[in-house]
């Protein structure tokens, strides 16, 4: 599932064009509702046919709240919870004076998974008036493939 606003729909469906993918689903917000000091979302299509979706939401303590899910080729699926996801920035890129970490080091030790993504345009920022970034992901690591990210609150 994708998550964007009316005005990037368009945007983000020419992205994921470019890298491969084909989204299933995408959510198209009515507005910004700036709930949290910074929320994650990943949805990862791995080369083998699995697919993962995770979101990660930073409390205003600074700890964090994770789930997740991963769907098998079969068609079973996994929840995750914070205990089983591992989310660890690797590089921030510098846009409009703010730090935002666009490529991230994600583990599930329980399932064997462990990747570096990257973004495929790491200055994918929205600049709206709630501004957030999203974007085309590659992966490599235990698994290969492409994905796509989108983070608030940075």
Same mark, same amino acid.
């Given at each position: =599932?994708?998550? #964007?606003?009316?005005?990037?729909?368009?945007?983000? #469906? $020419?992205?994921?064009?470019?890298?491969?993918?084909?989204?299933?689903?995408?959510?198209? @917000?009515?507005?910004?509702?700036?709930?949290?000091?910074?929320?994650?979302? &990943?949805?990862? /299509?791995?080369?083998?046919? %699995?697919?993962?979706?995770?979101?990660?939401?930073?409390? #205003?303590?600074?700890? /964090?709240?994770?789930?997740?899910?991963?769907?098998?080729?079969?068609?079973?699926?996994?929840?995750?919870?914070?205990? %089983?996801?591992? =989310?660890?920035?690797?590089?921030?890129?510098?846009? @409009?004076?703010?730090?935002?970490?666009?490529?991230?080091?994600? &583990?599930?030790?329980?399932?064997?998974?462990?990747? $570096?993504?990257?973004?495929?345009?790491?200055?994918?920022? =929205?600049? #709206?008036?709630?501004?957030?970034?999203?974007?085309?992901?590659?992966?490599?690591?235990?698994?290969?493939?492409?994905?796509?990210? @989108?983070?608030?609150?940075?």
């Amino acid at each position: =599932m994708i998550i #964007t606003g009316d005005a990037f729909r368009f945007i983000v #469906t $020419d992205q994921l064009k470019a890298c491969g993918v084909t989204a299933l689903d995408i959510l198209i @917000e009515p507005a910004g509702r700036n709930t949290a000091p910074a929320a994650i979302a &990943a949805a990862l /299509h791995l080369a083998a046919g %699995d697919k993962l979706m995770l979101y990660r939401m930073r409390q #205003t303590d600074g700890r /964090h709240y994770s789930s997740g899910k991963w769907f098998a080729r079969d068609g079973s699926a996994t929840l995750l919870g914070t205990s %089983d996801i591992v =989310m660890t920035p690797r590089a921030l890129t510098e846009i @409009e004076g703010r730090k935002i970490p666009t490529a991230w080091h994600i &583990a599930i030790p329980g399932l064997a998974f462990a990747v $570096d993504c990257a973004p495929l345009n790491a200055k994918s920022w =929205m600049g #709206t008036s709630f501004p957030y970034w999203e974007g085309p992901i590659s992966f490599g690591g235990s698994h290969s493939g492409l994905g796509y990210l @989108e983070m608030t609150g940075y």
